[in-house]
């Protein structure tokens, strides 16, 4: 099991790689979130068509809207890696985000993040 140390809210670098680039972020993590997000503008640059990407539904504070869903070749946060990662593409610059964390990279670990500590404990089991 790794130990980092975080501030609240959760904020990790993750590295992405596409079928024609690869790029860094400094992503939030969501536990709220079932996938992970990026950004419409993010997304081609890595080399996807989001226009040609099926539209998943999700829920967001305002109502439901309709997303383009990727999958990302691979995703890196914090030296753990995972392949084919799931992913909405939706601007996040109204709420000052680059990028989202979410479920569909966190549910192959193990993780505690304990806030009070600022600790968060993960492990690739």
């Known amino acids: 099991m790794a ?5 609240i ?4 670098p993750m590295h992405v790689v596409g079928p024609k ?3 860094d972020f400094e992503t939030l993590v ?6 992970v997000v990026i950004s419409w503008e993010d997304a ?6 989001p226009w040609k990407a099926p539209r998943a539904p999700i829920g967001t ?3 439901m809207i309709e997303a383009p869903l990727i999958e990302l070749n691979r995703v890196e946060v914090l030296g753990f890696k995972r392949e084919k990662v799931k992913a909405l593409v939706k601007d996040l610059s109204d709420v000052g985000i680059i990028a989202i964390l979410g479920w ?7 993780f505690l993040i304990n806030p009070k500590e600022g600790i968060l404990k993960i492990e690739d089991p």
């Open 44 to 49: 081609v640059r890595l080399g996807y068509e």
């Open 61 to 63: 504070g305002s109502g």
């Open 9 to 12: 809210p959760v904020s990790l």
């Open 104 to 110: 569909s990279f966190l549910d192959h670990f193990s």
């Open 30 to 35: 969501d536990t709220g979130s079932t996938y």
């Open 3 to 7: 130990e980092f140390s975080v501030e």
């Open 21 to 23: 680039a690869s790029r």
